[in-house]
């Protein structure tokens, strides 16, 4: 077996018209000029697939593989990589996580399901989980429709500013983690910075992009997709932050699960990789000082021998697969 060992990622940014330059001060290097909105730090997606970056596809930053895409591992070292993990469409890594810079508003939008997904085979089912980071005070998180909202009031509100007033306003707390289901109708708040765990899929369909408000050049929408997509009566499932050290289980899907680990880590032996963000402080892997926003993968041939530490101050999210 060859020996393998836990992966740094470099991430693939993202310009976007509601982006910023807050990432910086999470140690990203962004081009300068640019409105970067997200940063990709674990992805495998197909470049004929996605319109948004230049390529899809997260490189090993440093070490034997340093350049090597997660698809070429993965092609390398099948399951000594995944595992006992189910791969997606094609063999590829299953799963994408992202830092996202809400500096704006971003569009109201939904993302397909299973059921979506059957009858539309160009579309890939998206389900996702927000993780807080940061909020500037009063910032909010659109989830969901109103308990009296109805398809019918989305098709006649969408792409007018009163669509908005269907949403439920929630406060944006940092340590909050919500998980939003496929069909879930969402926005994410100006003046938030969100860790995104989601299922390996772009698939989005826009309803309203606050082009009056932003002075922003009219995106396409989506609306026929979008009402055969929203599920009115889905709500998002939340987590609140408990005080002092310790571990706790986060709202995830199917596909995914994660846990917070704060000031104490230990990760239980399995036969499936994971996805470690160190978000505060800092950590140690196998005697390697990991910096804060740092991602790496722990490949399934070396989970159950890695040594992994965290600050007293840190906060790491681990990510794992059902």
């Known amino acids: 077996m060859t020996k393998l060992m836990p992966l740094i990622m470099s991430p693939v940014l993202a310009a976007k018209p509601w982006g910023g330059r807050r990432l910086e001060r999470y140690g990203k290097l962004l081009p300068e000029g640019t409105l970067i909105g997200e940063s990709w730090e674990v992805a495998d997606l197909p470049a004929t697939e996605v319109a948004t970056v230049s390529d899809p596809r997260s490189r090993v930053a440093a070490g034997p593989w340093a350049g090597k895409s997660l698809q070429e591992l993965i092609t390398l070292f099948g399951e000594e990589l995944l595992g006992s993990a189910t791969p997606a469409p094609e063999g590829r890594f299953p799963l994408l996580v992202k830092l996202i810079d809400a500096r704006e508003h971003l569009s109201v939008q939904v993302h397909p399901d299973r059921e ?67 069909g879930l109708v969402h926005a994410l708040g100006a003046g938030v910075v969100v860790a995104e765990v989601q299922t390996p899929s772009d698939t989005t369909f826009r309803i309203y992009d606050w082009e009056s408000r ?52 230990a990760i239980d032996p399995t036969a499936e990789p994971r996805v470690l963000m160190v978000l505060a402080g800092s950590a140690t892997v196998d005697g390697a000082v990991v910096p804060p926003v740092t991602t790496l993968v722990l490949p399934a041939a070396i989970v159950p021998e890695t040594a992994i530490r965290l600050s007293d101050d840190g906060i790491m999210l681990e990510i794992g697969f059902v």
Do not use: F, N
């Open 116 to 182: 979506y997904v059957e009858d539309h085979s160009a579309a890939r089912l998206k389900t996702e989980s927000w993780y807080v980071i940061a909020a500037d005070p009063g910032a909010h998180l659109y989830l969901g429709l109103r308990s009296d909202a109805t398809i019918d009031d989305v098709r006649s509100q969408m792409g007018t500013p009163s669509v908005v007033e269907l949403l439920c306003l929630i406060p944006a707390v940092p340590g909050d983690c919500h998980h939003l289901p496929a």
């Open 214 to 265: 932003y002075d922003r050049v009219a995106r396409p929408m989506h609306g026929a997709e979008a009402l055969a997509a929203i599920r009115p009566k889905l709500k998002p499932v939340h987590s609140s932050r408990p005080e002092g050290p310790g571990a706790r289980r986060l709202p995830g899907e199917e596909a995914y699960w994660i846990v917070e680990h704060r000031g104490v880590a």
